[in-house]
C-alpha cells in the first residue's frame, strides 16, 4: 500500500468502498470525454472499470486532507511508447466540482516525485489530445517538454481516432526543476 501526501491531498490506493465516489463524478460528461473514456454508466460500471484499471500500487485515489470524498484519480500506468525504457506515463482526472483550483498539478507533481523517487524511473511520459486545454496547462505546470504530436493514435470512446500530444520529463530535468 502507498499513500502520498501533499500540502492539501492525500492519495492512497484504490478500495471497493471508493466506487461510489468515482462513479459520482465520472458520470459527469464533461470529465471523461475530454479524456477520451466514456461516462461511467453505472456504480457496476464503475466497479468493473476499478478492477481493470485502478486495483494496483501505482493508482490512487485524491482527496483533500481530513475529507472522506474521493475526487480524483491519478495512476502511474504503462507507457505505451517507451517500452524498453524504466517509464511510466502519468493518467488523471478529476471531479468538475473542483478544477481550476490546482488540485491535479499539486497531486501530479507529487506522483512525478514517487515515481522518480521510490519507483527509480528514468522517464515519465504523459499524453493528451489537442482540445484538452486544462490537462496541457496541467502538463506545462508540472515541467514536462513537448514531444510532438502523434496522430490519429487511439481509438476513443466513440470510436474515433484521436491525435496524441505526447510530453516527457527526463529525471534529470525533474531534478533541475524549482520545486
Ligand atoms: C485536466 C484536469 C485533471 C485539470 O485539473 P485541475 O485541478 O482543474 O487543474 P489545475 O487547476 O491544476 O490547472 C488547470 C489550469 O488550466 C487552466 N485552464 C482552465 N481552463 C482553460 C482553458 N479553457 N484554456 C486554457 N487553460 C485553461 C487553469 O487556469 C489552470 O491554469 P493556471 O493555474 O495557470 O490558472 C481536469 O480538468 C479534469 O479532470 N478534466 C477531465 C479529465 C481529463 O481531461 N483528464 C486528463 C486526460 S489527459
Request: one cysteine or more.
Amino acid at each position: 500500500m502507498s499513500t502520498i501526501t501533499t500540502e492539501r491531498l492525500y492519495l492512497s490506493n484504490f478500495k471497493e468502498s471508493d466506487a461510489a465516489d468515482f462513479y459520482e463524478y465520472a458520470k459527469n460528461p464533461n470529465v471523461g470525454p475530454i479524456a477520451g473514456w466514456a461516462p461511467h454508466k453505472s456504480v457496476e460500471d464503475t466497479q468493473e472499470i476499478m478492477k481493470a484499471w485502478f486495483m494496483h500500487e501505482n493508482a490512487w485515489t485524491i482527496r483533500l486532507q481530513g475529507e472522506e470524498k474521493m475526487i480524483g484519480v491519478i495512476a502511474l500506468e504503462h507507457d505505451k511508447y517507451r517500452p524498453d525504457a524504466k517509464s511510466k506515463e502519468i493518467g488523471y482526472s478529476l471531479s468538475e466540482d473542483y478544477w481550476g483550483r490546482g488540485i491535479m498539478t499539486e497531486a501530479c507533481k507529487a506522483v512525478m516525485k514517487y515515481g522518480f523517487e521510490e519507483l527509480d524511473l528514468e522517464i515519465i511520459g504523459i499524453c493528451t489530445g489537442e482540445v484538452n486545454k486544462r490537462s496541457q496547462r496541467v502538463i506545462e505546470k508540472c515541467g514536462f517538454q513537448f514531444e510532438g504530436k502523434i496522430r490519429k493514435t487511439y481509438e476513443v470512446y466513440d470510436g474515433t481516432l484521436r491525435d496524441s500530444l505526447v510530453f516527457s520529463i527526463l529525471r534529470e530535468e525533474y531534478d533541475a526543476l524549482e520545486k
